[in-house]
C-alpha cells in the first residue's frame, strides 16, 4: 500500500489553533525586586528631603527635609545722651583771721562750702526706660578764689587736706598732676599746699565717669519717658590759711573765699538699667525645593512626630531679646496656614540671649536641641499644622523683637548693635498616630504572553515584604501595557500591609481578584496600587531611611472560567 505526501502543505492554513481549556489556569510564579524608598520618594539632587539622619541625631539613611532661610541682619543703636541744660552756681564763705603776734601763719576752717549742679535734659531717647547707674563723662573744673573784705594785701594758703566732696555714688578722676588724690571714689583730697594769689583762681579739674542714681531723691534721675533731672551738690572742707606777719596782735580780717564750678559737657555714656529699643525684624521665607507630589497632596495628614524650625540668631547688644512671631506655610491652590510663635501666643518664650548666638529649637515635641551645646528647646505644639502637608514654602512674619523689662542690663551707648536671625527647617519624616496619605504604585509585565489568552477572571495572590514603618490598605486597578487604567475590568482586594523595620520585614498576603465586563482581559499588563498609608503604634516616630523598601513576592495570577488559549 502505498500513500503520497506534499511536503509543502502548510497545515496552519486555514486551522483554527485556538483550544478551550475548561476550569482555572496557574501561571508559574514570581516576584519582583525590592522596591526601595529611595525609589519611593525618587528625589531630586535639589530636593530639600536628603537621607542625612545622622547629621541630626538620627539614625544612618534617614530621610529628613533641611531647608534654610536668611533674613536680612537687623541693626539697632541707642545714642549717647547729651544732657543739654546744664548749670553750677557758685558759692562762698567769710573767713576772719585774728593776728597773735608772730610770723607763724593764722586759719581758719572752711565748712561745708556747698555748690549746687543742675543736669537737666528733656529730650532724652526714650529707648532708655530706667537708669540705676550711669557712665557718664561729665569734665568739671572748680574755680578757687577770694577777696579781701579788710585791708589784707597777701595771699591765702589752701591747707593739706582740703576736700572737696562729689555725693556719695559719684565716681570721679583728677584730670590734673598736681598731687590731688580721690578719696572713696568721689572725694578730691589736695594733699599739697596749694597758693591762691589776690586777683587770681586755683583750678581745679575732674572728670566724673560714674554716677549711681538708685537713690536719688523724687524728680531725679530719668523720673519720666524722655526727662532727665539731677542736682547734686558739692560741698567742701579744710582750712585755709594766711601769713600773720601782715596782721598785728589782736588785729583780724575777713577774706571770702569762693568756689565757683562749671561743666563743659555732660554726656551720659553707658547705664544700667532697662532698656526697650527699636529692633526691626524683616519677615523672611524659605522655599521647600522638589519634593515628591504624594507628600503635598491636599487632604495628606503627614502628622510629623517633631518637626523641628531653628532660629539661629547672632545678637552683638548686652541684652536678651524676647520674640514673638508668625509662621506660615504656602500651599498651591489652598489657605495659607498659621502658627503663632512666642509667650504672648501661648507658647514657650522665644528668648535671645544677650552678647551671644543662640541657637533656638523650635519644636512639636520641645525637643530636639543640642542643650549641652547651649541650644534652647521651645515647645510650639501647633508646628505641626503647617506640615499636615509639605507647603511651597514657609515664612516668618509679623516679628517682634522685644527687651524683658523686669531685668536690668548694662548697655554701651552710641556703638551699633546686629541682631540678625536665620532659619533652618530640619524635619524628619517620622510620623505620629494620626499619619495618612496615599501613595501609588504599580506591578506590571506579569506575562509577555498574557495577550494570547482570552479570559474573563484573573486572581492575584501576592505576598508584599515591608521594611517601611507604615501600615498601608490598597485600592486597585488594572493596567494596559502602555500602563493605562482598563476601564472594563472591575478590581477588588483582600488584605492589607503591615508595618516593618529594616530588622524585620512583615509579610503581608493581598488577594486581587480582576474581573473584565468585555470578552476578555487579555490586555491585562499588571494592577496599579493606591496605598493609603497610616502608622503603625508599634513604629511611630521612626523615620523613613533609604534602605526601607517593599518587594512583591510570589506573585501568582489565575486565570478563571475557562481559557482560550491561541497556540500560533
Known sequence: MASCVDNDYDLSKDIDMTINV???????????????????????????????????????????????????????????????????????IELGFIGVGDDMRVSADVEDLTNELDLRDDNVDRQLVSLQQADVDIRLNIELSFTALDNYHGSIFIEPGFEIAFPDGWTIQNNLNDGSSIKDNHILVLNNERVVNAGQQLLLSVTVTHINLENVGPGEGLYAPGHFNLQPSIVSNGRVSINNGSLALGESTRVRLTARPAMSAAVITGFTGCVNPDITVDPTSFTINDVPDFLMEEGNNLDIENPRINLVVRNTSPVDVNINGKLEGFY????????????????????????????????????????????????????????????????????????????????????KYDFAVNYKAVIPLAFGPDLKFTYTTSDNGWDSDLDKYNFKEVVATITVENT?????????????????????????????????????????????TL??????????????????????????????????????????????????????
Open 468 to 512: 517601611a514603618p507604615l501600615n498601608m490598605v490598597p485600592k486597585v486597578r488594572g493596567i494596559d501595557p502602555a500602563g493605562n487604567v482598563l476601564t472594563d475590568i472591575t478590581a477588588t482586594v483582600d488584605g492589607s500591609v503591615a508595618a516593618g523595620n529594616l530588622g524585620n520585614a512583615s509579610k503581608s498576603l493581598l488577594t486581587v
Open 515 to 568: 474581573k473584565s465586563t468585555a470578552d476578555n482581559i487579555g490586555n491585562l499588563d499588571g494592577i496599579e496600587f493606591d496605598f493609603d498609608a497610616t502608622s503603625s503604634p508599634d513604629f511611630i516616630g521612626v523615620p523613613l531611611n533609604i534602605r526601607q523598601a517593599l518587594r512583591f513576592t510570589e506573585i501568582k495570577l489565575q486565570l478563571r472560567g475557562g481559557v482560550d488559549i491561541d497556540l500560533n
Open 22 to 92: 475548561g476550569g482555572n489556569l496557574t501561571l508559574p510564579p514570581s516576584s519582583t525586586e525590592p522596591y526601595t524608598m529611595d525609589q519611593i520618594l525618587s528625589l531630586d539632587a535639589n530636593s530639600s528631603i536628603k537621607p542625612v539622619g545622622l547629621e541630626y541625631g538620627l539614625e544612618e539613611g534617614d530621610y529628613v527635609l533641611v531647608q534654610d532661610g536668611t533674613a536680612s541682619p537687623s541693626t539697632f543703636k541707642i545714642d549717647r545722651v547729651r544732657l543739654s541744660d546744664l548749670a553750677a552756681a557758685s558759692s562762698d
Open 332 to 415: 498651591s491652590g489652598r489657605t495659607p496656614v498659621e502658627v503663632w510663635v512666642g509667650n504672648e501666643h501661648g507658647t514657650d518664650a522665644v528668648m535671645v540671649r544677650g552678647n551671644s548666638t543662640t541657637v533656638i529649637c523650635l519644636s512639636r515635641l520641645g525637643k530636639g536641641a543640642d542643650v549641652a551645646a547651649g541650644e534652647v528647646n521651645v515647645k510650639v505644639p501647633g508646628l505641626g499644622d503647617l506640615i499636615t502637608t509639605i507647603p511651597d514654602r514657609i515664612e516668618m512674619s509679623s516679628i517682634t523683637a522685644v527687651v524683658p523689662q523686669d531685668r536690668t542690663y548694662t548697655f554701651e551707648l552710641g556703638p
